[in-house]
């Protein structure tokens, strides 16, 4: 028998307990950030381009950003480790197929996905914890598919843990999580910075990757 490591039952535990709260916040995020918005449109027109299948969200919490997804004209689909979330994200959205798991173990095929996104979701896996995470992207990915990343960007500092509202997350140098990607044989495409809004503490990192 497997056991999870206690952070992914602690993750899971805290987004339960805040799952309507959360899902409350992230309705109408988007239509307040054009930049994370220009990001995501650019890798559907990949994903779309490479014509390489369904696209998983991985960490979709409420549901909202795979329902973005689909309104991109993609095949999307959420996977997220917090039944409460899960929950919510059916219930908004019944048409979505959404599954309780957790990313770093997907119930997938090999090689069956054109996109993986990971929207603020790989924050709260210890920094040690994260390189089989880009394996396990590059597994269900099939060549020539797509890698998306949202995170907290550490602004200079190295790695750095902080407390994130819901549970400890972590802020990266933007160039370490390319370079763990590149590990696990991503290509770079692209990658943007924004600074944070008037509410939000730190800058935003997003990267934009091809499995080979
Ligand atoms: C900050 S929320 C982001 C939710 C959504 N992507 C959004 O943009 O609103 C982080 C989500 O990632 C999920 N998560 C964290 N670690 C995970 C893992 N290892 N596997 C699956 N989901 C995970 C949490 O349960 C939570 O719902």
Known sequence: MTTSPS?????????????????????GYLAQVPLDRAILAAFAEFVR???????????????QMTAHLRDLELDAFGVDLS????????QAYPDLRFEVGSMDALDLADGTLGGVVSWYSVIHTP??????YFAEFRRVLAPGGHLLLAF????????TAFDH?????YRWPIDDLAGLAYEAE?????RMLREPREEE???RGHLLLRRQ
């Open 152 to 159: 907290f960007e550490s602004e200079g500092d190295p790695v």
């Open 7 to 27: 952070y992914l039952s602690a993750t899971a535990e805290a987004y339960d307990a805040v799952a309507v709260r959360y899902a409350d916040f992230a309705r």
């Open 201 to 203: 503490r730190f800058r």
């Open 83 to 90: 039944p409460a979330m899960i929950d919510l994200a059916r």
């Open 186 to 190: 991503f290509v770079e495409i692209g």
């Open 165 to 169: 509202a819901v549970a400890t997350a």
């Open 127 to 132: 920094p040690e914890e994260l390189p089989p």
């Open 49 to 63: 381009a490479a014509g390489a299948g369904a696209v998983a969200e991985l960490g979709c919490g409420p549901g």
